[in-house]
């Protein structure tokens, strides 16, 4: 992990589903989100300068990709799906997420998880301590494989207080557990 980074904690949680409605899964149904609290370097500065959040962005994307995949004990390839999203304490705005992990977030994670070509979903909002927060996911390769439209829900219960950020990345292995939605033709 890079040692610059002022994280105060860093999360990370790994769910095996094994069956849905008493059903087996269909194979492995892995979902791993991992976040990191983290300080706002605008917290109380409604016209602070964003690109300073814009290049936290590409430097905690990183850190929060290595952890994922240490905490799956996956290879890159092994992961099909992925997600993002942000929690801002209260004395920070929408935009400081924005910043956060729009413009800079999606190379690291995208670099490091081979052929990982599609945007990355997101989702963002203003909490306290104890907020959830249901992250979006899709398909690395396609955003529209249906197999991997899914979400995973994470909550830290000290974070984020007003002056800090929880920046969340999902990573996902082998898609909804009984998946068999299709599109229509």
Request: overall charge negative; aromatic content about 2%.
């Amino acid at each position: 992990m890079n040692k610059t980074l002022d994280i105060r904690k860093m999360v990370a949680t790994v769910e095996d589903i094994y069956k849905e409605a008493g059903a087996p899964a269909s194979g492995p149904s892995r979902k791993c989100i991992v976040a990191a609290v983290i300080p706002n370097p605008l917290a109380g500065q409604p016209d602070g300068d964003l690109d300073m959040l814009k290049d936290l962005g590409a430097a905690i994307s990183a850190a929060l990709v290595a952890r994922g995949l240490e905490a799956l004990g996956a290879a890159p390839d092994d992961v099909d799906s992925y997600g993002k999203g942000a929690i801002i304490g209260t004395d920070g705005e929408i935009e400081h997420a924005a910043a956060l992990i729009h413009p800079r977030f999606g190379a690291p994670v995208r670099g490091a998880l081979g052929e990982a070509s599609e945007i990355i979903p997101s989702t963002k909002k203003l909490g306290g301590p104890g907020a959830s927060l249901a992250v979006p996911m899709t398909s690395k390769r396609s955003i529209w494989d249906f197999d991997h439209m899914d979400a995973a829900e994470i909550c830290i219960g000290d974070a984020p207080h007003a002056d800090e950020i929880v920046v969340i990345l999902a990573l996902g292995i082998g898609g909804r557990p009984r998946k068999r939605t299709r599109p229509d033709a």
